[in-house]
């Protein structure tokens, strides 16, 4: 008897499913659309595929003929049709997240990490010296694609120490955003004179090199090779500067022909890093000696400097030439230049560094290339922002650089942005080409999808519907999200 029950419910099912429930209906040609006319008979329109965005509309009538259903036209053609409930996909818009502005993880620390050896070629009994680093990065943020923002110290390349307090308070600050912070030793030290300046910036930005390169072969970090950002103050800053702009070409000037440096950095000397692996500079009151290096690539640029800058030049010129000194540093400073002598010098020769180009020229040839750049002008004769006059962390100062500099790298993480569009050769299909999206989500108005892929969708159109429109929602592998929209 229990055995019957399941056969009996089916004849009942059967006999009660007369008509056709309301609503959309996937077919073999297209889309069926059911409802009820205004007399409350059901009226059905079939919307065909013909290859076009936009469906063919044709009314028809639906009869049952025993398990089936059977579609005729109004020329009598009468066909069987399967019909199958359309199911919308899932959407639901990603929301715009802060993220890597606001800060979200705790931070951990490692310091004095050794990330090359200086050995000296001209001075045999001298010991092999340590290059080191600190490491801040987020804790437990399950990231496999960090950015990675090196970090360089000021101190006009005599002074400053990878653990200054701001420093340190900057690092940890970025590692709660989401980044692999790097805060770099570099090489100091120069003898007063132009050769000396241009000999320790080369260096400076070797050893940069040898630090950008020792952290990419740590695969425990999970750094993403195209998520690389620098700052730094001062000296600081024309090391992340060179680091993103300067060439192999450019390094004659710098390290003239047929000299050879006399040291090199263990286990193998560093080359310049390819074109372009530098996403963004954070340029805290640096500059640049030569601005033919501003053309080798289009890498944003961010600046903070007072314009009365008594140091590195607002605009261009000598550094220090405005700084009264105090009796030590104009001791340091005691060369030929300073003597009477001097006055029978060329110009370039009277300094003890070259002619540089600081913020405000920077900004502006950058803006002449339409290279994407922020330039944020303080008042005052003062040259490190960030300390107040009683050389203090003026932190409303601070706080403000750190948001600025955050929000103008966050877009930056992706390569490009997603760029959804129509396909030329099949209008039906709508596409994005971009390798860095992880998910999305496909909504579609005034029509239906046809089929979906990761990263398309095709669609059909419903020509009675008013408005026409296909939007995709979704995350980058970068944990940013991006919503867009064509409208029809």
């Not at 047929?258 to 074109?275: F, I, Y």
């Not at 590195?312 to 001791?331: A, L, R, S």
């Amino acid at each position: 008897m229990k055995a019957w029950i399941p056969a009996l419910a089916l004849l009942c099912l059967c006999s009660c499913s007369r008509s056709v429930e309301p609503g959309l209906y996937e077919v073999e040609d297209g889309f069926l659309r059911v409802g009820l006319d205004s007399l409350g008979k059901t009226a059905a329109l079939l919307y065909r595929n013909v290859g076009g965005v936009e469906a063919d509309t044709v009314s028809v009538s639906l009869a049952r003929d025993g398990k089936r259903w059977q579609m005729s036209t109004r020329d009598s053609i009468v066909k069987p049709v399967v019909l199958k409930p359309y199911e919308v996909p899932a959407y639901h818009p990603f929301p715009e997240l802060d993220l890597y502005v606001n800060p979200v993880w705790k931070v951990g620390e490692t310091q004095d990490v050794v990330y090359g050896r200086i050995i000296h070629r001209d001075d045999e009994e001298s010991e092999p010296e340590d290059l080191t680093m600190d490491l801040y990065y987020p804790q437990d943020d399950g990231a496999d694609n960090r950015p990675l923002l090196m970090a360089f110290h000021g101190g006009a390349f005599r002074r400053g120490d990878k653990r200054d307090s701001s420093l340190v308070e900057w690092c940890r600050h970025f590692a709660s955003l989401g980044y692999v912070v790097s805060s770099v030793n570099y090489r100091q030290g120069y003898r007063g004179d132009v050769r000396s300046t241009d000999d320790i910036q080369y260096r400076a930005l070797k050893d940069a090199h040898a630090a950008v390169r020792f952290l990419l072969k740590r695969d425990s970090l999970m750094i993403h090779e195209g998520r690389i950002f620098a700052c730094g103050a001062d000296a600081g800053a024309i090391t992340a500067l060179n680091l993103a702009y300067m060439r192999e070409e450019n390094l004659p000037e710098l390290l003239p022909e047929g000299t050879q440096p006399s040291d090199s950095v263990a286990p193998s000397r560093p080359s310049l890093l390819r074109g372009g692996e530098i996403r963004a500079v954070a340029n805290f009151w640096g500059a640049v000696t030569d601005t033919a290096i501003l053309t080798n690539a289009k890498i944003p640029v961010i600046s903070f400097q007072s314009r009365e800058d008594p140091v590195v030049p607002f605009g261009e010129g000598y550094p220090f030439d405005d700084e009264e000194m105090e009796e030590d540093e104009k001791d340091f400073f005691q060369s030929v230049w300073e003597s009477f002598f001097s006055l029978f010098l060329p110009e370039p020769e009277k300094h003890p560094f070259r002619k540089m180009y600081g913020a405000e020229v920077i900004h502006r040839v950058l803006k002449s290339r339409s290279v994407r750049q922020e330039l944020h002008v303080y008042d005052g004769e003062r040259h490190d922002l960030i300390l107040d006059d009683d050389g203090l962390t003026d932190y409303p100062v601070f706080d403000e650089m750190k948001e600025l500099t955050a929000r103008f790298f966050a877009p930056l993480m992706l390569t490009s942005p997603v760029n959804l569009r129509q396909d030329p050769e099949d209008p039906q299909v709508f596409l994005i080409d971009n390798s860095e999206v992880d998910t999305c989500l496909w909504l579609i108005e005034g029509g239906a999808i046809l089929s979906k892929s990761a990263d398309a969708v095709r669609v059909l159109m419903f020509p009675d519907e008013k408005s026409h429109s296909v939007t995709v929602s979704g995350m980058y592998t970068s944990g940013l999200t991006f919503n867009e929209t064509v409208s029809l």
